[in-house]
């Protein structure tokens, strides 16, 4: 046997084996949707596939929240999304997310059913939850400015929060992301303000 036929992988393997996890992924998305706990047997039975097949793709809870955070991602942005770049950045960043996500009916559905899913969507938000504090910190405003203006931030950036503003409030879902964005872009400014006031006052202590 050669060297180069001992590497062979079969394409046809290949996808199956694709194809048998992406079920598998779609399998658990159905379990935390309906609010129940991951469950590698019920899912190689949604499947027809074994438990072991299911381990062999997701060895422990770790591997299948990791995988489903990012497979509820591809969902929701097909496209991919770019974090906030910087405080200048943000009404940018909650403008795309908000579009996104009201644009997938996956999103929707999660929203608008308040299905409860906490472990999967800390996973999958963590790393743009953290560019918005840096973002925010970046500004140099004061200590509790900056941390109320991180709190009220990060409560915008799903889209629990804007689907109450068409579902409660009948605002045109269309317009929602450009609110959002308008209203991050007041709150960068207030808080650019607020450093630019603490920055002379502290020169004035200085002189």
């Not at 949707?33 to 991951?38: P, R, T």
């Not at 973002?135 to 509790?144: E, F, N, Q, T």
């Amino acid at each position: 046997m050669t060297e180069e036929t001992r590497k062979y992988v079969s394409p046809k393997r290949q996808a199956q084996a694709a194809a048998t996890r992406e079920a598998i992924l779609k399998a658990f998305a159905d379990q935390v949707s309906e609010g129940d706990d991951l469950s590698p047997s019920d899912a190689a039975a949604q499947v027809g596939v074994s438990v072991r097949t299911v381990h062999t793709h997701f060895p422990n809870r770790e591997s299948q929240l990791a995988a489903l955070g990012e497979w509820f991602d591809t969902q929701i942005f097909p496209g991919g999304f770019v974090p906030a770049q910087g405080p200048e950045d943000l009404p940018r960043y909650f403008r795309d997310i908000h579009s996104m996500a009201l644009a997938s009916p996956l999103a929707t559905a999660l929203a608008s059913k308040r299905m409860k899913w906490p472990e999967v969507r800390q996973r999958r938000r963590l790393a743009r939850l953290d560019a918005i504090r840096k973002a925010v910190k970046d500004i140099g405003a004061p200590r509790r400015a900056t941390e109320d203006a991180t709190a009220l931030l990060l409560s915008l950036s799903g889209i629990d929060a804007s689907w109450p503003l068409h579902e409660l409030y009948g605002l045109p879902l269309d317009r929602i992301p450009d609110v959002i964005a308008h209203n991050v872009q007041l709150i960068v400014d207030d808080l650019k303000l607020q450093a630019k006031q603490g920055s002379r006052a502290a020169t004035a202590r200085d002189q």
